[in-house]
């Protein structure tokens, strides 16, 4: 049995002792297993930094104008904190699509960069990317879910796991890229800094010269990086995280589309309601309704 089918089988076994529920949190923080036995609507995240593996079935995921397509032996990584649409097209009830993510612990990764004897040299190409898998990065996947069937085990081989890991990311042929935008130099670290800071502070007035002083660079030269590194203008990056705030708010809190909103930093609730329609298809209320309803409750 190959690395990848021992992993599948022991994915399979999570969700069989969980009642297929998806997303599946697991004990391991950051470790998350994914199930869907049909294809789905766009769904709309915030991607972390992660290792995304398929392990059966096909996915594609967009950031902006950059659309990536991974299916079974593949993984998307992405190396920075950003909003995402993504949907599963390849997965039944026979063979339904498995996943296993595993977020990257930064100060490990950083860690492993600098004990490296020749350390990948940065580069600037998009922060997020597809990889072919090979035996060592799903023996690590494997390993981790394993660790499962042993709690106790957990704080003590994990982190070496996710040390293996980070080394076989940054020593693979995407490694500059993770060098860049996790563990590079100042000025990309102050990059992602910057990011890191809209993302937190996106419901306030967008100042790309702000943003651009954080990085230390000029506004000219921090909207094109921006943009080489996420897909997306500050602008789109700042409006698709206020209009997925708004919808959990919608959700979760059982606010009115107008005090959602004025939450996210809207000024105008006509505006939020015709962003909100072209992002998520449906207008803010009926898009609340047909969420919450319970499964076969409405067309």
Same mark, same amino acid.
């Given at each position: ?22 997303? =599946? %949190?697991? @004990?391991?923080?950051?470790? !998350?297993?994914? /199930?869907?036995? $049909?294809?789905?609507?766009? *769904? ?111 704080p003590i =081989? %994990?982190? @070496?796991?996710?040390?293996? !890991?980070?080394? /076989?990311?940054? $020593?693979?042929?995407?490694? *500059?890229v993770l ?49 080489a590194l ?70």
């Open positions: 049995m190959d690395e990848l089918s021992r992993l599948r089988d022991a994915v399979g076994t999570c969700f069989a002792c969980h009642g297929n529920a998806s997303p =599946l %949190y697991t @004990a391991i923080d950051g470790l !998350i297993l994914l /199930r869907s036995a $049909a294809e789905r609507n766009p *769904a709309h995240i915030l991607h972390k930094p992660a290792l995304c593996i398929v392990v059966q079935g096909a996915k594609w995921t967009s950031f902006g104008a950059l659309r990536l397509e991974y299916r079974t032996g593949q993984a998307m990584v992405v190396s920075v904190e950003m909003p995402g649409t993504s949907q599963v097209v390849e997965g039944g009830e026979g063979a339904p699509y498995l996943s296993v993510v595993i977020e990257l612990d930064r100060a490990i990764m950083r860690e492993v960069f600098e004990r490296m004897e020749a350390p990948p040299v940065p580069d600037d190409r998009a922060g997020a990317f597809v990889l072919e898998l090979d035996d060592a990065l799903v023996g690590c996947a494997a390993r981790a879910v394993g660790l499962l069937r042993e709690p106790r085990a957990i =081989l %994990y982190p @070496a796991v996710m040390r293996e !890991i980070c080394y /076989r990311l940054l $020593a693979g042929p995407h490694g *500059a060098s860049r935008l996790v563990v590079g130099v100042d000025r990309d670290r102050r990059l992602v800094e910057a990011i890191h800071a809209l993302r937190e502070k996106f419901d306030r007035v967008l100042r790309v010269d702000d943003l651009a002083a954080a990085a230390g660079l000029s506004p000219t030269a921090f909207h094109r990086q921006f943009k996420t897909a997306m203008t500050p602008m789109q990056f700042q409006k698709q995280i206020r209009l997925m705030e708004a919808r959990r708010l919608l959700l979760s809190g059982g606010m009115s589309a107008e005090a959602a909103a004025f939450a996210v930093g809207y000024a105008s609730p006509s505006q939020f309601s015709r962003e909100y329609r072209r992002m998520f298809g449906l207008p803010p209320a009926r898009d609340a309704l047909r969420l919450s309803d319970p499964p076969g409750a409405t067309a």
